[in-house]
């Protein structure tokens, strides 16, 4: 990605999203397919809302991502609402049951500053009860020493 068109291409081939063979998709699919309303902050290409809307989803749904060329890639897919920004531009977005932060994007919030700054625009884009669902690596699982270099 990073505003690479070959680059966000090339990422959709590495990254399917797959809910019925990876388990980590699935988790947030569940989520997804439960929620009235998503926001996906970090959305990049937008596979997940994609794949929602494809498999019935018939809700709101709205993706938030800083990355040009991702959002070309998510915006072929029209009945979805794309915004261009960072988690922390989420709070003009208002009232979504569910946030996400899929495939370590929440790994890409690095200082306090970010993190709290974008914390708290995700939770004033959630409805009163609304939920937010990320996930980070556990440093001590070690995962790289498996990756192929
Ligand atoms: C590894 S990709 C994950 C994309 C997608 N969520 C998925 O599961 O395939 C990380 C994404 O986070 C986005 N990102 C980087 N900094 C961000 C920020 N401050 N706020 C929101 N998204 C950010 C990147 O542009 C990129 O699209």
Request: with cysteine; proline share 4%; hydrophobic share 45%.
């Given at each position: 990605?990073?505003?690479?068109?070959?680059?966000?291409?090339?990422?959709?081939?590495?990254?399917p999203?797959?809910?019925?063979?990876?388990?980590?998709?699935?988790?947030?699919?569940e989520?997804v397919?439960a929620?009235?309303?998503?926001?996906?902050?970090?959305?990049?290409?937008?596979?997940?809302?994609?794949w929602?809307?494809?498999?019935?989803?018939?809700?709101?749904?709205a993706?938030?991502?800083?990355?040009?060329?991702?959002?070309a890639?998510?915006r072929?897919?029209?009945?979805i609402?794309w915004v261009?920004?960072?988690?922390?531009?989420?709070?003009?977005?208002?009232?979504?049951?569910?946030?996400?932060?899929?495939?370590?994007?929440?790994?890409?919030?690095?200082?306090?500053?970010?993190?709290r700054?974008?914390?708290?625009?995700?939770?004033?884009?959630?409805r009163?009860?609304?939920?937010?669902?990320?996930?980070t690596?556990h440093p001590?699982?070690?995962?790289?020493?498996?990756?192929?270099?």
């Amino acid at each position: 990605m990073f505003s690479d068109a070959d680059a966000a291409a090339l990422y959709d081939l590495l990254n399917p999203w797959e809910p019925d063979s990876r388990p980590s998709d699935r988790f947030y699919d569940e989520l997804v397919g439960a929620a009235d309303s998503v926001l996906d902050v970090g959305c990049g290409t937008g596979a997940m809302l994609h794949w929602a809307r494809e498999h019935g989803h018939t809700g709101r749904l709205a993706g938030l991502d800083p990355d040009r060329a991702a959002l070309a890639r998510a915006r072929r897919r029209a009945d979805i609402e794309w915004v261009e920004g960072t988690a922390a531009d989420a709070a003009r977005q208002a009232a979504f049951d569910l946030a996400t932060m899929t495939g370590h994007a929440f790994q890409c919030l690095v200082s306090d500053d970010e993190l709290r700054a974008s914390l708290a625009a995700i939770r004033a884009a959630l409805r009163a009860g609304g939920r937010f669902a990320f996930e980070t690596r556990h440093p001590q699982a070690r995962a790289w020493e498996d990756w192929n270099p």
